[in-house]
């Protein structure tokens, strides 16, 4: 791709690409925190039984964490995106490339 004189090429299609990608994973990173998160409740549940409830209260809550945080995430890294596509637009459009 040819760039103006005096104009370095820009590195805003990487830095997309590495947010595009971390914006994906976030959701399934929240997902996967929540599947071990119960799986270690249910196993809290077969040790103790509900003679531990406390136990189980801790794993659900952290798996309900991980899925808020995951979900949460999500947002904002559109929000990021979008940003940082709007600008790299921007930039092309005062080089003219």
Known sequence: MPYPENSPPTKTPVVL?????ILS????????GTVISMMLSFHA?????????????????????S???????????????????RG???QRKQTGT
């Open 45 to 65: 549940m077969g040790d103790g039984g509900m003679d531990k409830p406390e136990a189980l209260a801790s794993n659900i809550g952290f798996a309900l964490t």
């Open 25 to 32: 994973l976030g959701p399934v990173l929240g997902f996967l």
């Open 17 to 21: 690409t590495v947010l595009g990608s």
């Open 67 to 85: 899925t808020a945080v995951g979900i949460l995430l999500f947002p904002l890294g559109v929000i990021l995106l979008v940003f940082g596509i």
């Open 88 to 90: 790299m637009i921007k």
